[in-house]
């Protein structure tokens, strides 16, 4: 069975400039979740998808981020435009269910890196 | 709001040594997962282990061990005869339920270096 994947890896970009970052979950996961690693940091929760919806958009940073999971497959992050600050590793996770307890399956993640 | 504690930024031990990680957590949640995840050199995250608020019982698998104590709000994780291929970074990471979301809060991990 095949895991998370995400699209590109790695991505360099200049300030202004729009990125689009892809995540294709795991086969039947309604549960999709961004988080994004800055410099060094912690692991930060972005959102968080229930199919198509978003069910908790509450770590994303602004509006210049939008996240979008059409027909509840793969989802989309696109970051317009793009900042100095937003460079960083974007994990996307999936999980089957919603219970609390369910692991959440990563992502390689995506490297961008804004100049 | 939930935080998690990775005071250990980096650390190194020769191989077959034994290593402790730390990670401490702050929750008013009486219902809570905490998680290990380990981050090779590849970047994804591959899951070890997940424990709930309500299960103190220490757990071994293999190599690895864990340490939940509710007292001292902490969970760390143990590596014995620790191999080149642990090097890695860890991070410890819990599962609050807000509102039926779900998400991980994430420490800023550890960085493990096995020296051969």
């Known amino acids: 069975e095949a895991g998370v994947t995400q699209f590109p890896s790695h991505s360099v970009i200049e300030k202004g400039q729009t990125v689009t970052l892809r995540c294709d979950p795991i086969s039947g996961h309604d549960n999709l979740y961004w988080y994004r690693r800055v410099m060094g940091k912690e692991i930060k929760f972005l959102l968080h998808f229930v199919k198509e919806s978003k069910q908790d958009e509450s770590g994303m940073p602004n509006n210049r981020f939008l996240a979008e999971r059409t027909g509840g497959t793969y989802s989309t992050l696109k970051v317009q435009p793009a900042e100095l600050e937003d460079s960083g590793v974007y994990f996307c996770a999936s999980s089957p269910g919603r219970a609390l307890y369910n692991e959440q399956f990563f992502g390689p993640g995506t490297r961008l890196t804004v100049l | 709001a939930q935080k998690v504690t990775q005071a250990q930024t980096e650390i190194s031990v020769v191989e077959k040594e034994d290593v402790t990680l730390d990670c401490v957590y702050e929750t008013r949640d009486t219902t809570y997962y905490l998680f290990w995840y380990k981050q090779p050199p590849s970047g994804e995250l591959v899951f070890l282990i997940r424990?709930?608020?309500?299960?103190?019982q220490n757990e071994i698998s293999g190599r690895y061990s864990w340490n939940f104590q509710k007292s001292t709000s902490s969970f760390n994780f143990t590596i014995t005869a620790s191999q080149v291929v642990d090097s890695a970074v860890y991070f410890c990471?819990?599962?609050?339920?807000?509102?039926?979301?779900?998400?991980?809060?994430f420490g800023t991990g550890t960085r493990l270096t096995i020296i051969p």
């Open positions: 424990r709930n608020s309500f299960d103190e």
């Open positions: 990471a819990l599962s609050e339920w807000d509102f039926g979301n779900e998400k991980l809060t």
